[in-house]
Nanobody
Framework: QVQLVESGGGLVPAGGSLRLSCAAS????????MGWFRQAPGKQRELVAT????????KYADSVKGRFTISRDNAKSTVYLQMNSLKPEDTAVYYC????????????????WGQGTQVTVSS
């Protein structure tokens, strides 16, 4: 059984920064890709960033490229999302997900999700 617990959300002004963390339990963490998704009110959940098991491959949605950075610390079973230059349109609940495979470039989400953490960016 895999459990994912996100933290680090909050309220920030436009242009600010936040770092989200996702702590995972279960040994499968180190052999699968991980991803961050977000869901804004009234919108579908969208993929924000993915990372390969070793961290060497990452992929980003066009809307966050150059502003967000995904990373992972396998020793701590934790994946991070550093968010800089935040915009009001980044406001959403952010979720981490364990992929079905090791591919970050062709990401396939599993049924393992965290509970989500709210990020609100004020204008």
């Amino acid at each position: 059984q895999v459990q994912l617990v996100e933290s680090g959300g909050g309220l920030v002004p436009a242009g600010g920064s936040l770092r989200l963390s996702c702590a995972a339990s279960g040994s499968i963490f180190i052999i699968n890709a991980m991803g961050w998704f977000r869901q804004a009110p009234g919108k579908q959940r969208e993929l924000v960033a993915t990372i390969s098991p070793g961290g060497g491959v990452t992929k980003y949605a066009d809307s966050v490229k150059g502003r967000f950075t995904i990373s992972r610390d396998n020793a701590k079973s934790t994946v991070y999302l550093q968010m800089n230059s935040l915009k009001p349109e980044d406001t959403a609940v952010y979720y981490c997900n364990l992929a079905k495979t090791s591919s970050a470039s062709d990401y396939s989400p599993s049924g393992y999700w965290g509970q989500g953490t709210q990020v609100t960016v004020s204008s």
